[in-house]
């Protein structure tokens, strides 16, 4: 994990960053198409919630660390 991390408690954006994932609208596009989350359209305050939620479960069932599926 980096440093920081910004706003990661309710930032996909900073939460991806914190975790040295890709954060750009293109990368989050899909990511949420493989996690299935279909909230709003692509980069609006609802799917990105909805993604920060999603991504924050895979992290708790991989006990914290973010899985290779999540690195694209």
Same mark, same amino acid.
């Given at each position: 994990?980096?440093? &920081?991390?910004?706003?990661?408690?309710?930032?996909?954006? #900073?939460?991806?960053?914190?975790?040295?994932? #890709?954060?750009?609208?293109?990368?989050? !596009?899909?990511?949420?198409?493989?996690?299935?989350?279909?909230?709003?359209?692509?980069?609006?305050?609802?799917?990105?919630?909805?993604?920060? !939620?999603?991504?924050?479960?895979?992290?708790?069932?991989? &006990?914290?660390?973010?899985? #290779?599926?999540?690195?694209?």
């Amino acid at each position: 994990m980096k440093e &920081g991390g910004g706003n990661y408690q309710t930032s996909i954006v #900073d939460l991806l960053k914190l975790l040295d994932l #890709d954060s750009s609208l293109s990368a989050r !596009k899909a990511l949420a198409d493989e996690l299935n989350v279909h909230a709003g359209a692509d980069g609006s305050a609802e799917e990105n919630i909805a993604l920060h !939620k999603a991504v924050m479960a895979k992290l708790a069932e991989n &006990g914290g660390v973010v899985p #290779d599926s999540l690195r694209g």
